[in-house]
């Protein structure tokens, strides 16, 4: 669906995304992650054609964005834009009839939106008179309203509280259900680990983790214990390497120690344990040792 080669971008000296590639398979949902300022929003305005590549190509279905293939997609940009002093029903219709429903189609399916998000007493405010997160929900309604076969979404839960984050992740899914293909940034590891079946993190504009989500949480290890106990935990051992806060740890066994070896050691200094589960390390825990350099620099 989408096809990212050898792209490079600079403003004035800085050289942001440098010789990048990636693909976004079709019906997928991939996640495009990175630090603040590491270029996501750069390469998604390059492949709608609102920056101009320095070089290398950046195709939708085979070819550069075209207003032609402008009903095949919805975007939610990072900065949002509404017309403030519109009325909210008003501006979903005018959106949803200028991506080719009919005004009564538009008109229908934003009634049933408004409702489904917790907004319908809110159709006939204007929209400066809504808070930031509904705004967004707005902003959302207008970018799937004509249910495109593509969403690029920018940073799509930045401003929400947890409920309406959830609440947008579910439309996502929803979308995804039908055939959408989707490709997002986020700062939300726990959301992106929840939804995502593909990753790119950026680095130094270059591409630091790409893939299959699952395989790179197991090329990170599969070994990994985490715990929740009562009691004191040892810390300094021959048996493990320990991350402890309050009453979870996550235990890295040491090169030739068997978990069991770990249980038996914990039972023996009266470590009370509650849950014990082998996992690979979390998206979260992966993204803050990737760019952990970056601050250490």
């Keep these: 669906m989408i096809s990212i080669k050898n792209f490079s971008k600079s403003f004035d000296n800085l050289k942001v995304i440098d010789d990048l590639s990636f693909d976004v398979k079709k019906g997928e949902i991939f996640a495009y992650l990175g630090a603040n300022g590491s270029g996501k929003t750069t390469t998604l305005r390059a492949l709608l054609g609102i920056y101009a590549a320095d070089s290398g190509e950046l195709l939708i279905k085979g070819k550069p964005y075209s207003t032609e293939i402008s009903n095949l997609l919805g975007y939610l940009p990072e900065e949002r834009g509404l017309y403030l002093e519109s009325k909210v029903l008003d501006t979903m219709t005018y959106f949803g009839n200028l991506k080719g429903l009919?005004?009564?189609?538009?008109?229908?399916?934003?009634?049933?939106?408004?409702?489904e998000v917790g907004l319908a007493d809110k159709a006939n405010e204007k929209i400066k008179n809504l808070s930031s997160g509904q705004q967004q929900k707005?902003?959302?309604?207008?970018?799937?309203?004509?249910?495109?076969?593509?969403?690029i979404l920018?940073?799509?839960?930045?401003g929400l509280d947890p409920v309406n984050r959830d609440l947008l992740m579910e439309k996502?899914?929803?979308?995804?259900?039908?055939?959408?293909?989707?490709?997002?940034?986020s700062h939300q590891m726990e959301e992106v680990e929840k939804i995502a079946d593909?990753?790119?993190?950026?680095?130094?504009?270059?591409?630091?983790?790409?893939?299959?989500?699952?395989e790179i949480k197991k090329s990170f290890g599969e070994n990994i214990i985490?715990?929740?106990?009562?009691?004191?935990?040892?810390?300094?051992?021959?048996?493990?390497e320990a991350k402890v806060e309050k009453n979870t740890a996550q235990l890295i066994p040491k090169d030739g120690v068997k978990n069991n070896d770990i249980l038996k050691f914990l039972i023996k200094n009266d470590v009370k344990i509650i849950n014990f589960d082998l996992s690979s390390p979390s998206l979260h825990e992966i993204f803050v040792q990737i760019s952990k350099s970056d601050y250490e620099k």
């Design 154 to 158: 920018d940073e799509p839960t930045k």
């Design 138 to 151: 707005i902003q959302l309604g207008i970018t799937i309203i004509n249910k495109p076969k593509l969403l």
């Design 102 to 115: 009919t005004l009564l189609d538009s008109k229908k399916w934003s009634e049933k939106y408004l409702e």
């Design 226 to 240: 985490k715990l929740r106990f009562r009691g004191r935990l040892p810390r300094k051992t021959k048996f493990y």
């Design 172 to 185: 996502l899914l929803e979308l995804h259900s039908e055939g959408a293909t989707i490709l997002f940034s």
């Design 198 to 214: 593909s990753v790119l993190m950026l680095k130094d504009g270059k591409a630091a983790l790409y893939g299959d989500l699952e």
